[in-house]
């Protein structure tokens, strides 16, 4: 395939952006924000189509991190940065805090070694409650509990808008993103990257790699090898019904083992609560199944914590898959002399840390990127609202008709999704962009008119019947 950009300067991208996850798109507004030219390329039809659309949805203050390590610094940093443009950018977020609870003696005796790190790490807001403050903060609790430490700043957020914000933002002030355009090799010749995709070929001056569950293969496909392999982890996950929001105000956290960080209990934006993750191995990149055993364990542990959630409908059942590697650190590939940045097997805090890892990279990039000037008044789009706790379109006036009226969603937001900059490319990016066919009956009963209304309007077009995304 011929170039998409002709030779020379003039039609070299500053920046490639392989990978259009939740990192991916928080690194494309970095640099664009920062003054260079950025290309973003995705293999699927749409963002967030990897590991970044399954994910249990927390901010995460950094208490329980690796003290001195460069996901706390990119946690901290991405909190941080979360809050200050979450009011401009029209984010939401659900103040719940967090409690790490306890529910035998031993578990209880590790509540100060967790506190004394969350001090570590600079989180000292922390409080450790006994019982009877925990029943005074959750009464609905399983009364086996023995106490909890108390984080006020672990909170929830919208999951799919943020990074949407995100490449939102870059693209409005310059960026381009490309879909279904997959990096099938590329080399590095006098001072730039030539690289060939399924859409053709791109020039850039740097890549930085985000591609998530396949950052390994870029690695290989373009360097020749890679330092980190990635290890699918996958998680599965309940929703409850709305009704079970009256259960719960704060997330509940386990305290965690050696092995695994174990399963949350949280209220998510959209009103229901969230029960997972598993964490089970496996080699498969792209299929995350669902098995039967795993959910009725997820359900039961629910019912364990919170004895009311048994008597609750289960509205979804989903799952994920995390890029682990062989270590449990981020894995980050700096090659200053081919202007190459790896951003690799960043896991379940990458939705907090995605902005803090933007930052980083662009730091590792100006060392010698050259100079570049801030856009001085970057255009701020503000994303629809989906939060459940703040006024939803429906209640405003001229909405046209309610599409899903599980989820409330109005024609209006299904069109204004359609028209958007970034519209979505596939049935996935649509649920994502207006929670359409994710309620209670899955999309049984609006799935047909969706289909109309979409019609010769997605990339890839979704069948009348089909129910998940």
């Known amino acids: 395939m011929a170039d998409a950009f002709p030779s020379g300067n003039c039609g070299i991208f500053d920046v490639a952006v392989i990978g259009g996850g939740v990192v991916g798109c928080a690194v494309a507004r970095s640099f ?9 390329l995705e293999c699927a039809p749409d963002i967030l189509a990897g590991a970044s659309k399954a994910n249990s949805a927390l901010l995460h203050t950094g208490f329980d991190a690796p003290a001195g390590s460069l996901e706390l610094a990119c946690m901290q940093q991405g909190y941080q940065e979360y809050l200050e443009i979450k009011g401009a950018l029209n984010l939401p977020i659900l103040e719940t805090g967090a409690m790490v609870v306890a529910w035998s003696d ?15 790490n600079g989180v000292g ?11 005074a903060r959750e009464p609905a609790l399983a009364p086996a509990m023995r106490g909890a430490l108390l984080v006020p700043g672990e909170h929830v ?14 693209v409005a002030n310059g960026a381009q993103a490309m879909f279904s355009a997959e990096v099938t090799g590329g080399h590095w010749q006098n001072g730039h990257w030539r690289l060939e995709t399924s859409r053709g070929g791109y020039q850039a001056l740097s890549v930085v790699n985000c591609a998530g569950l396949f950052g390994d293969v870029v690695d290989q496909r373009l360097l020749g090898r890679s330092e980190f392999q990635i290890r699918p982890r996958k998680g599965q996950f309940l929703v409850f019904d709305k009704a079970a929001t009256s259960l719960l105000r704060t997330t509940i956290l386990p305290v965690p083992t050696e092995i695994t960080k174990g399963v949350v209990v949280a209220r998510t934006i959209y009103g229901n609560v969230l029960v997972g993750p598993t964490a089970e191995e496996q080699d498969d990149r792209t299929r995350a199944t669902i098995v039967k055993s795993s959910l009725e364990q997820l359900l039961a542990t629910a019912a364990r914590i919170v004895p009311g959630l048994a008597d609750m409908p289960v509205t979804a059942a989903y799952a994920g898959l995390r890029p682990a590697s062989e270590l449990k650190e981020y894995r980050i590939r700096h090659i200053p002399e081919k202007n190459w940045i790896t951003l690799g097997a960043v896991r379940s805090t990458g939705l907090t840390a995605a902005l803090g890892l933007a930052r980083h990279a662009f730091a590792l990039w100006n060392r010698h990127g050259g100079q570049h000037r801030p856009i001085a008044n970057p255009i701020c789009p503000r994303m629809p609202n989906l939060a459940e706790h703040r006024p939803r379109d429906w209640e405003k006036p001229g909405y046209g008709e309610i599409v899903c009226h599980c989820e409330m969603v109005t024609r209006r937001e299904i069109e204004a999704a359609l028209q958007s900059p970034l ?6 990016g649509l649920r994502r ?13 609006c799935n047909a008119q969706l289909a109309v209304l979409t019609a010769d309007r997605l990339a890839a077009p979704l069948a009348v019947g089909r129910t998940h995304g």
């Not at 664009?32 to 973003?40: H, I, Q, Y």
């Open 106 to 120: 031993a578990e209880l005796e590790k509540l100060q070694g967790i506190q004394r790190q969350a001090v570590a």
């Open 433 to 445: 962009r207006t929670r359409a066919g994710m309620g209670r009956c899955q999309g049984f009963y």
């Open 32 to 40: 664009t924000l920062e003054g260079a030219r950025v290309l973003l």
């Open 423 to 428: 519209p979505p490319g596939d049935f996935g």
């Open 125 to 135: 807001d922390t409080v450790i409650l006994d019982r009877a403050g925990v029943l």
């Open 157 to 170: 957020i919208d999951p799919w808008s943020a990074p949407l914000a995100y490449l939102t933002q870059a």
